[in-house]
T-cell receptor
């Protein structure tokens, strides 16, 4: 089955800077990759989906890239704000025949004012 | 529109007892999923319903776990008897037909503590 790797160390950045989070996967290339945001005591909230034939997707201050050669997705938050502080989860299908998202452990982002 | 709701938000039980978790999906969502997060680990898939049918239950840890979705509306997840390793946060999620909106809407979870 698919293995998803996200940096377990928290990412600390200054307000206004761009935050970049990484999601690496092993094995096969998934049909899609998703990013979710999770706040303490809450469930994950869907942010963006990018498909295997897309290189980049944008939504307001968010940008996601998908490199199937490197087996990697990058998640960028530009002009970061303290309110962006949360854990960000990468999710993709667990196997070639599945469409159900399997989650990485997530990376904690802390934006300092 | 109401989101996915889960009840209870917290449950503390002793080893060997039974606990039943409930999930109400977003109205009109045929797909319902249960996930679990054990401390320090990633959120892991347990099972998937399409309406009242179990589509995929490959993530269910063992036969102490029983999920139902009678009538294709709300779902329950029963753990009987509970063991210490069952402690964690149980999340429910729902989605519309896959292929039109591949995103999950999650509830806030049930924090289960087995002592």
């Amino acid at each position: 089955s698919q293995k998803i790797e996200q940096n377990s160390e928290a990412l600390n950045i200054q307000e206004g800077k761009t935050a970049t989070l990484t999601c690496n996967y092993t094995n096969y290339s998934p049909a899609y990759l998703q990013w979710y945001r999770q706040d303490p005591g809450r469930g994950p909230v869907f942010l963006l989906l990018i498909r295997e034939n897309e290189k980049e997707k944008r939504k307001e201050r968010l940008k996601v890239t998908f490199d199937t050669t490197l087996k990697q997705s990058l998640f960028h938050i530009t002009a970061s704000q303290p309110a962006d502080s949360a854990t960000y989860l990468c999710a993709l299908p667990s196997s070639g025949g599945s469409y159900i998202p399997t989650f990485g452990r997530g990376t904690s982002l802390i934006v300092h004012p | 529109e109401a989101g996915v709701t889960q009840f209870p938000s917290h449950s503390v039980i002793e080893k060997g007892q039974t606990v039943t978790l409930r999930c109400d999906p977003i109205s009109g969502h045929d797909n319902l999923y249960w996930y679990r997060r054990v401390m320090g680990k990633e959120i892991k898939f347990l099972l998937h319903f399409v309406k009242e049918s179990k589509q995929d239950e490959s993530g269910m840890p063992n036969n102490r776990f029983l999920a139902e979705r009678t009538g294709g509306t709300y779902s329950t997840l029963k753990v009987q008897p509970a063991e210490l390793e069952d402690s964690g946060v149980y999340f429910c999620a729902s989605s519309q037909d896959w292929g039109t909106s591949e995103k999950l809407f999650f509830g806030s979870g049930t924090q289960l503590s087995v002592l």
